[in-house]
């Protein structure tokens, strides 16, 4: 059984950070390009940041310069770290490999 288990949000300050955890199982990890999605609400989802299986990233230009994905493949783990925060990157974050999806974890952004 596929499982991503996201961790590590929560409420912080405007110019504050957070690192989003994902434990994946259930499939080749490794082998698997994975992504960080946002949800907020009212509107749809977005695509924040990718890495692929040779480790390259993507990041949508937002949050360009103030997150970072990164991927342990001995562990299965993917992380976002996530430096200055502001209001708008308020959402619920969700780890994919783009077939399974985690249950997501909430960060809110608010002073």
């Known amino acids: 059984e596929v499982q991503l288990v996201e961790s590590g949000g929560g409420m912080v300050q405007p110019g504050g950070s957070l690192r989003l955890s994902c434990a994946a199982s259930?499939?080749?990890?490794?082998?698997?390009?994975m992504y960080w999605v946002r949800q907020a609400p009212g509107n749809g989802p977005e695509w924040v940041s990718s890495?692929?299986?040779?480790?390259?990233?993507f990041t949508v230009d937002s949050v360009k310069g103030r997150f970072a994905i990164s991927r342990d493949n001995a562990k299965n783990m993917l992380y976002l770290q996530m430096n200055s925060l502001k209001p708008e990157d308020t959402a619920r974050y969700y780890c994919?490999?783009?077939?399974?999806w985690g249950q997501g974890t909430q960060v809110t952004v608010s002073s």
């Open positions: 994919t490999n783009r077939v399974d």
């Open positions: 259930g499939f080749t990890f490794s082998v698997f390009n």
């Open positions: 890495i692929d299986a040779d480790g390259r990233t």
